[in-house]
């Protein structure tokens, strides 16, 4: 028997899952939500004559012979199948109506094994329901399909490291399905070729006073603890996070970029000796004092004065997504306040090690430095 939603049927994947609702099922929820089931009748009814030709249709492809695993594989995930070193490449995880998906997890993985970038997925919570609603409403025996806008219910952010090499890779996601939030669960996998295209970083040449290479030369316990302390929260996936899609603000309102992200860095110190670095964020030619406003909604999870990165502001916008806010002069927030997007948190300076005022702002996504343009011009899901 052949039931909806998006082509897809009632079709038992590769494991044999069950994807039908029992009559009793329907029943049952039909008592629980009659608001709903009468509010989704309403607007069945509407769609009928529409989806009737389209279910038609959806049918007759169902009867083809496609591999079972594919139409899992195209149900559950949605995979990106390209993006440019220091970018961001959201996997998308459906559930099916009557299926809870966990353990979500995706990773880029490159001939030889090597991975390079890999993400948890976390849980976007309530996308279940306005589907069941429906679905319920359209017993299999109404004879069509009815598509329906599927939103996702869980997302892994894979991280392109601007030393990504380009060339072709392999994308894999996993997760866990099962019919009850702790039934017993199966495992359903996905995969995909992926490129990570071609992006050239210019180098630029960055000379020290002995201040700042001062700086960059301090081994106390004090600038080592600090550096710890902060790659420690970067790697920090909370859960209980907050969940800010996007798309986010650029945190200065200026057009005046006085270093770019992921500029290889040459730093040359007075004694002639020189290092070089990747700059891991995007520099803004701002006069002390400029407000500094949150690119996103988010948590407070650091506010405080550094050795190397001045009085410095870090939010937390999703599980392992963090923005970066260095060398400011003042600081109007403290860690554990709730801030929105555009709320003026700080006033930019030239603290710590810098070689003028300016404002550095970065993005963290699960470590790794990314492209904060990437989060003004996209959402995560
Ligand atoms: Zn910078």
Redesign the pocket.
Known sequence: MRQFARGVCARADSQGARVRRSSTDLARFAAKNPKGVRRATRFAGALAAAFLIVGTVAYAQESGTSAARDATTERVFSLPGSAFPGDCSPVLFFADADTYLSDGEARIVASDGTIVAKAAAFSLGTARSSREIMIAAYPPRAGFAVFIEKKPTLVALLALPSWAKPGDYDLRASCRASRFPSGPAREIAGERSFTVEKKKFPSETVRLNAANAAIKTDDSDERKAQIARLNDMLLNYDDAAPRFRGPFAQPVATKRRT?AYAHRRVYRYPNRSSTTEV?A?I?FGVPVGTPVRAAGDGLVVMAERRISTGWTVALEHEPGVYSLY?HLSEILVTAGDRVETGQVMAKSGNTGFSTGPHL?WEFRVNGVAVSPDWFTQNEIW
Do not use: A, E, F, I
């Open positions: 270093s700059h964020g520099d260095y550095h």
